[in-house]
C-alpha cells in the first residue's frame, strides 16, 4: 500500500511539473500538495510547493514551505543537497523581501549542507549589499564636518597624522565631501606620503571637477614625486579654472624650472621609454611637432583626434615636450 502511494505521489509530481512549466500555478499546487499527502515523508514536494509561491511572489509563504520541507527532510535523511536547495531557497525569498541579514545567514546554511558556485555567488551579492547599507548608515554629514574642524585644527598645530585620522573619519561620515580628501592629501604631503596624498587628490577632482585646490595639491605633490611634466599639467588645469590663482602660477613656473634644470637627464628619462621611442619613430607625429613648433595653434586642432591627444600627452608627461 505504502508503495503504491509513493507510486502515486509522483505521477501526482509529474502533473505538477507540467503545470508549472505552462505557468498554470493553482493546478501545479494542487498537484504538489496531493503529492505530500499521499507520501509524507518526501520533503521535494514541499520544496515544489515553495517553488510554486516563490514565482507567485508570496514570499513568507515559500518560506514556511521551505522550513517544513527541511523538518520533513532530517526526519528522513534525505539527500543534502535538496536539503541546500530548500535553504538557498529561504534565503532567495528574503533577498526579495529585503531582508538581507536573513537571507546572509540562509545562504551560509544552504553552503554548509552542500556548496555551489551560484549559492556562494548569491551568498556575495548578499554581503556587498549589507556592507554598502552599513557604509550608507554611517554616513552622517554632521559628524563629517565636527571630524573636518578637528582636523584642521590638528593641521594648524602640525599634527599631521592625528589630523589625517580624523578626515579619514569625516571622509567614512561623508564620502562625497572633496574638499575633506583635499584635506587629507595636504596631510599625507608634508608627510611625504605622496602616492596616497595623490589617491586623495584625484578623488577629490573625480567629485569636484573645478575645485581648484585639488589641482594645485595633485602639483605640489607630483613635483615632490619629481614628475614635473605631470605636474605641469595639473597646475595648468588649475590655471585654466582661475588664470588670477597665483598659486597656481607659482606652481607652474616652479615646473617650467625643474623641467629645465636638468635637460639632458630629463631627455634620456624619457627616451628610455619604449612608448615614447614609438611615437619619435612614427613620420606622421613627427611632423605634427614640426607643425606644433612653428605655429602653436596648429597643437588644437591635432587633439581632436583623441589618438594624438593620447600620444602628445605621453610626450607631455614624458618632459619631452612643453606647451607654454
Known amino acids: 500500500m505504502a508503495s503504491d502511494n509513493k507510486a502515486q505521489a509522483l505521477k501526482e509530481k509529474e502533473l505538477g511539473n507540467d503545470a508549472y512549466k505552462k505557468r498554470d500555478f493553482d493546478a501545479a499546487l494542487t498537484r504538489y500538495k496531493r503529492a505530500f499527502e499521499l507520501d509524507p515523508t518526501e520533503m521535494v514536494f514541499l520544496t515544489n510547493v515553495a517553488a510554486v509561491y516563490f514565482e507567485q511572489k508570496e514570499y513568507e509563504r515559500c518560506i514556511q514551505e521551505c522550513e517544513k520541507a527541511i523538518e520533513v527532510g532530517r526526519e528522513n535523511r534525505s539527500d543534502f543537497k535538496i536539503i541546500a536547495k530548500a535553504y538557498s531557497r529561504i534565503a532567495n525569498s528574503y533577498l526579495k523581501l529585503k531582508d538581507y541579514k536573513r537571507a546572509r545567514d540562509n545562504f551560509h546554511k544552504s553552503l554548509a549542507e552542500h556548496r555551489t558556485p551560484e549559492t556562494k555567488e548569491k551568498l556575495s551579492e548578499v554581503e556587498r549589499i549589507l556592507k554598502e547599507e552599513e557604509r550608507k548608515a554611517y554616513v552622517n554629514p554632521e559628524k563629517a564636518l565636527e571630524e573636518k574642524n578637528l582636523g584642521n585644527a590638528c593641521f594648524q598645530k602640525g599634527d599631521y597624522p592625528q589630523a589625517i585620522r580624523h578626515y579619514t573619519e569625516a571622509i567614512k561620515r561623508n564620502p562625497e565631501d572633496a574638499k575633506i580628501y583635499s584635506n587629507r592629501a595636504a596631510c599625507y604631503t608634508k608627510l611625504a ?132
Open 193 to 324: 606620503e605622496f602616492q596616497l596624498g595623490l589617491k586623495d587628490c584625484d578623488n577629490c577632482i573625480r567629485l569636484e571637477p573645478n575645485f581648484i585646490k585639488g589641482y594645485i595639491r595633485k602639483g605640489a605633490i607630483l613635483l615632490g614625486l619629481k614628475e614635473p611634466s605631470k605636474a605641469l599639467l595639473a597646475y595648468q588645469k588649475a590655471i585654466d579654472l582661475d588664470s588670477n590663482c597665483q598659486e597656481a602660477i607659482d606652481g607652474y613656473r616652479r615646473c617650467m624650472m625643474a623641467s629645465n634644470s636638468d635637460p639632458e637627464e630629463v631627455r634620456k628619462r624619457a627616451m628610455a621609454d619604449p612608448e615614447v621611442q614609438g611615437i619619435l619613430k612614427d613620420p606622421a607625429m613627427r611632423l605634427i611637432l614640426e607643425q606644433m613648433q612653428d605655429d602653436p595653434k596648429a597643437l588644437q586642432e591635432h587633439l581632436k583626434n583623441p589618438e594624438i591627444a593620447a600620444r602628445i600627452q605621453k610626450l607631455l608627461e614624458s618632459g619631452l615636450i612643453a606647451i607654454r
